[in-house]
């Protein structure tokens, strides 16, 4: 399927806390195709590179260290075109990060984004053109995603996959597939929340809460458009979960220069 518009690829750095990950990744920052032209539908598909997703994998990168996310298994809801905080958290040490979306369409520009590698910032690209899925040259960095090993030819080899997509739509009952998985131990949305969007809010706890293991982590980022007081009812309620921590994002955390007021909340089931 193509689309016609402006696609850029976008260059993101975590801002890891821990020493030994940020000179790990110092150089290989995860790439995204962002749609950058006035389409007023790219934003609804999941085509444009939110702030919240950059501050909750910044905030991700920040706090998260040893067992916090070790051998974790993560879920990202509303992934977009970017999955910037399911990616973070992989390339931070969870065992397995499954990103998704409820729209195909994102799901199709996520995927070029986490399998192609183009250098530079800012690059025009298309992300429906034919590219080789990994590269000899590009052996190292596809490791750094848990895609591919060095056989003993020194050739890049696929192995099984700790970072899946997969469409997943929080106003609809999970899809068959989910049943055959194992729960989540931690749970990321950004920007999966607007405005006193009751229905999103309750689909969202919903899905958290059939999908989440015993004790685990339910982390939300968003930009504040309205009252939102609606959230903590409801998620307290019949989805039974307990708020446990509240964070303001500071503007310098933002590292696109974007200035709406930001928040992520932490709940645990």
Request: aromatic letters at 8%.
């Amino acid at each position: 399927m193509t689309m016609s518009g402006t696609y850029v690829v976008q260059e993101f750095r975590p801002r890891f806390a821990d020493a030994e990950l940020a000179v790990k990744h110092a150089n290989h920052p995860l790439r995204a195709f962002n749609r950058v032209d006035a389409s007023p539908g790219a934003s609804a598909r999941g085509e444009t590179v939110w702030e919240a997703g950059v501050a909750l994998a910044n905030f991700i990168a920040a706090t998260f260290r040893g067992a916090d996310i070790a051998g974790k298994r993560v879920l990202e809801l509303g992934a977009g075109c970017s999955g910037y905080p399911g990616r973070t958290a992989q390339l931070a040490g969870a065992k397995y990060v499954l990103l998704t979306d409820s729209n195909e369409r994102a799901l199709s520009v996520l995927k070029s984004g986490t399998r192609r590698v183009v250098p530079g910032d800012n690059v025009v690209a298309d992300p429906d053109d034919d590219h080789e899925l990994c590269a000899e040259r590009d052996a190292e960095h596809m490791m750094c995603y848990g895609l591919a090993y060095l056989d003993e030819h020194g050739l890049a080899r696929l192995e099984l996959p700790r970072l899946e997509l997969a469409r997943l739509d929080i106003a609809e009952p999970a899809p068959e597939f989910f049943n055959s998985v194992d729960a989540f131990d931690i749970i990321l949305a950004a920007d999966v929340l607007y405005d006193e969007d009751e229905r999103t809010c309750t689909g969202l706890f919903r899905t958290a809460a059939s999908l989440l293991a015993p004790g685990g982590r339910l982390i939300i980022a968003y930009a504040h458009r309205a009252d939102d007081e609606f959230i903590d009812p409801i998620a307290s309620g019949e989805y039974g979960f307990q708020c446990v921590g509240i964070h303001d994002v500071k503007r310098s955390a933002v590292s696109h220069g974007w200035t709406t007021e930001l928040e992520i909340v932490e709940f645990v089931l």
